[in-house]
């Protein structure tokens, strides 16, 4: 009887994950295509709706799981995630397609992806994140998104924008797309979650290992997905603003939304150390992209060292 319920655990799992994938790059699809309407520029469509879209399967899955008193798994969730779409999306996007960029927007955004995690560090000191905390989070989201697109709209970017897909997508069928993906996000975050628990009692897993592995990089995929596919289309900004943006919406929306609804208790030395190698990575990225004077770059050689970093990230849980 154990044993069949694990097993059904798992198949819930693995289904949560294709959910989240196929919910998060269709709503990503769905929200680009709105935003042509808008004029926006690449970086900051990379920045915000696709960061967002990618982001979403780490909304539910937190806002579900501290909801359901899962804390470990809604922090978890998003430390791991953003150790994770450095170290693993960046570092394998870098590895197929190394990825160039402009050093000045790397420096501007990645500065706000530190200032956000030293936010979310300080709120973990005082034994978690309250109501309170979690609106200053959402708060900085509003005034972070609002600013980009004020300075990423130009008509002179059009261009761009439209080179993303080679057909245009309707209004309507946009809407629809993105209505569909929700439905699939809250689905699969829904049974993400119970899986996740379930498989983490039958090992004798604690809920942060499980967050911080399986569930990050479940809700990761979407990313990985986002930025590999910007990659080939040598849409470069988009690839690294995605992840950039990503590692913002997962602080400052994530646990901003989750603990404003629900406030999310933790114990700050559990999480010492992985908020230690979040905040490395995120430095990390700034140091490697800006080597050079003029044009920034993430080779083959970085995007090598990134993963090898994560590996040794990931073996050091377990």
Known sequence: MILSGTIWAVIKLLAGFVLLFFGGDWLVEGGVALARRFR???????M?????GTSAPELLVSLISAIKGSAGIAIGNVVGSNIANIGLILGLTALICPIETDNSKVIRHGSIMIVASLLLIVFALNSGITRI???ILFAC????????????????????????DGKPMTVLAAIGLIVLSCGMLAFGADILVDGATTVASALGVSDKVIGLTIVALGTSLPELAASVAAAFKKQMDISIGNVIGSNIFNILCVLGVSASIKPISLEFQDYANDFIWMMGFSIF?????????????????AGILFLLAYAVYAWSLF
């Open 40 to 46: 926006i520029s690449p970086l900051v469509i990379g």
């Open 48 to 52: 915000t709706i696709v960061a967002f």
């Open 133 to 135: 905390e979690g609106l």
């Open 141 to 164: 989201l509003i005034l972070f998104t609002t600013i980009s697109v004020r300075k990423g709209r130009t008509q002179q970017q059009e261009t761009d924008i439209d080179d993303l």
């Open 285 to 301: 990225i700034i140091i490697f992209t800006t080597m050079r004077k003029k044009k920034g770059r993430l080779g083959r050689t």
